[in-house]
C-alpha cells in the first residue's frame, strides 16, 4: 500500500521529524489552494487528526503523512477524482518548478539530488536572514503547531 519510493523516504525520518512534517503538511499555507489548506486546520480535523496519529504505530504514521503530502501534491483534476501522484511524479512537478532539465532520465535520487541543488543555487547565503521568516513561512511555528492539533 503506498508509494514505495516514499515510503523509503519517510523510513528515514526520526519520529520527532515526522511529527514536524506531519504538523508542516496540516498547517495553512497561503502556497496551497485554499480547498487543500482549510482541511488541514479546521477544528474538527485537528481533534480527528490527533486521535489518529497517536493511536498509530510507525508504520500508520508514515502512511498518514504519506497520504497527505502527495494529497497536497496533487493537481486539480487528480484531486477532484481522487487521485494522487506518485512520489517521482511530485518530485518532477517540483523539479520543473525549480528548473530541473530532462528528469526522466534521472533516478528518483539523481531527482532529489537536484532539487536539492537547484533550491541551494537559488539561495543567497550572505543576504541577511531577517526577515526570512515571512518570505517562506515560519516553520518553526509550523512544526510547532502539532500540539495545537486539538
Known amino acids: 500500500a503506498g508509494d514505495p519510493e516514499l515510503a523509503a523516504v519517510l ?10 512534517l506531519l504538523a508542516i503538511a496540516y498547517s495553512p499555507s497561503p502556497l496551497s489552494p485554499v480547498v487543500k489548506s482549510a482541511a488541514g486546520w479546521r477544528d474538527e480535523w485537528r481533534g480527528a487528526l490527533r486521535d ?5 504505530g510507525r508504520r500508520e504514521r508514515e502512511e ?3 497520504q497527505r503530502l502527495l494529497f497536497l501534491a ?11 501522484p506518485t512520489y517521482r511524479t511530485a518530485l518532477r512537478s517540483l523539479g520543473a518548478q525549480v528548473g530541473v532539465t530532462d528528469s526522466r532520465q534521472l533516478t528518483t535520487g539523481e531527482l532529489e539530488i537536484e532539487i536539492f541543488s537547484q533550491l ?6 550572505r543576504s541577511p536572514m531577517h526577515g526570512a521568516s515571512e518570505a517562506w513561512g515560519d516553520g518553526m511555528a509550523a512544526s510547532g503547531s502539532l500540539g495545537t492539533l486539538g
Open 11 to 20: 523510513g528515514l525520518a526520526s519520529d520527532t521529524e515526522l511529527e514536524e
Open 52 to 56: 489518529q496519529w497517536e493511536g498509530a
Open 64 to 66: 498518514i503523512l504519506a
Open 74 to 84: 496533487a493537481t486539480g483534476p487528480d484531486t477532484f477524482q481522487g487521485r494522487l
Open 120 to 125: 541551494l543555487e537559488g539561495f543567497d547565503f
